[in-house]
């Protein structure tokens, strides 16, 4: 698990910048509830010798150039940590904390994609066996990915049906391999609400409220199944939103608290509020700061390539009003997955991701979603 929370604490930095910068890129996406959600394909985009090797490498490669992405210098900042990674400086000495992992020079895994950790041990850097990219007989699905959800639901707003909802979310993930066994780490770009009356009701947020969310580790499973194509199982990942981790010993059973005061309650925009603020427009207008819970499981299929995985996505998604200028907002969003859709044919909860170059960041994702994906089933406006 500390090789995990290392990378959350390495892309943590390029994440910020890397997705920070794209405010303008698409400033009407909002953020309703359900968004949850999904990558250093290591120059596999560009080299296809080179996929996760990179990708475990990435992060210091990622962070030189994504100032091409980045409004600021602060890249520098994943540049300077995941220098570490490189243990060719010759220096074994580890003034690290007792147990930091980091990626070593030593090429490892299967295709050879990948950089074997190694671990502060006594003050002096040790390797370990841990690879960041070994496929095996499995499809090499290491690296960065560019990832969109879609969630159809039934939509209830201030006690209003709203007929039918929709959220679309982009992320930007990493995921490192051994063997079957996945471990990830996803952070969520833009989310973009709507709704079958959003002239009544339409909430919407700014771009901030997508740049206040943490990275996002999940877990995933790959299996061969009897045709010999590929399967692919992430569990159920929970997320919470503007509350305290410290407060959150166990997702599942954690009640989100209805009061703005109450301790575990975090102000992750930074607008002086406490919780998450959503603008809501239309006929019945007004802000509303919310605390939430977002869960999300995958299924589907990989290419043999491992260049796309997707298929449907199951979700639940709970939120609670912890303030708001129009009392008649003060229940907030009441949503349920629905399948099949009453506005669309075919799925209507889905996800997809493609591998993507490494030095692609949030802001190339959500400009160029409309070549990397497949078309929205509905026009969210």
């Known amino acids: 698990m500390k090789k995990l929370f290392f990378f959350v604490a390495l892309l943590s930095a390029l994440f910020f910048v890397a997705c920070g910068s794209d405010d303008t890129a698409d400033s009407g996406d909002s953020v309703d509830d359900s968004g949850d959600t999904t990558t250093d394909v290591g120059d596999s985009t560009t080299d296809a010798g080179d996929t996760t090797d ?26 300077s940590v995941s220098d570490n990674d490189d243990a060719d400086t010759g220096s074994e000495i580890c003034t690290e904390e007792e147990g930091t992992m980091q990626l070593s020079s030593e090429i490892c895994g299967s295709t050879q994609h990948g950089r074997l950790y190694e671990k502060c041990t006594g003050g002096f850097w040790v390797k370990t066996d841990i690879c960041s990219c070994d496929p095996g007989d499995y499809p090499e699905v290491c690296g960065y990915y560019a990832q969109k959800m879609w969630f159809t639901a039934n939509t209830k707003i201030a006690t209003i049906d709203m007929a039918e909802g929709w959220t679309r979310t982009y992320f930007v993930v990493y995921q490192e391999q051994r063997h079957e066994k996945l471990d990830i780490v996803a952070k969520i770009c833009t989310i973009k609400l709507g709704n079958s009356m959003s ?22 499973t790959l299996t061969k199944e009897a045709d010999d194509s590929y399967s692919y199982f992430q569990d159920w990942s929970y997320e919470l939103r503007s509350i305290d981790p410290a407060c959150v010993l166990d997702p599942v059973a954690f009640q989100l608290p209805t009061d703005p005061n109450d301790a575990c309650v975090q102000d992750w925009d930074n607008d002086t509020v406490p919780g998450l ?34 298929g449907a996505v199951e979700w639940t998604d709970e939120q609670v009003v912890l303030s708001t200028n129009n009392y008649v907002l003060k229940s907030g969003a009441q949503n349920a997955l629905k399948e099949p859709s009453s506005k669309f044919s075919g799925p209507a909860n889905t996800w997809e991701q493609v591998l993507i170059d490494h030095k692609i960041d949030c802001k190339f994702v959500v400009d160029n979603a409309g070549t990397l994906f497949s078309a929205d089933p509905i026009e969210l406006k």
């Open 54 to 79: 990179d990708s475990a490498d990435t992060t210091p490669d990622e962070a030189d150039t994504s100032d091409s992405g980045s409004d600021d210098d602060t890249s520098d900042t994943a540049d």
């Open 199 to 220: 002239g009544t009701v339409n909430p919407q947020t700014s771009q901030a409220f997508a740049d206040a969310l943490p990275l996002l580790p999940k877990v995933a």
């Open 277 to 310: 603020l959503i603008q809501v427009k239309g006929t019945m207008s007004g802000d509303t700061h919310i605390v939430e819970k977002s869960a999300s499981l995958l299924h589907g299929t990989v290419t043999e390539e491992g260049t796309n995985i997707g």
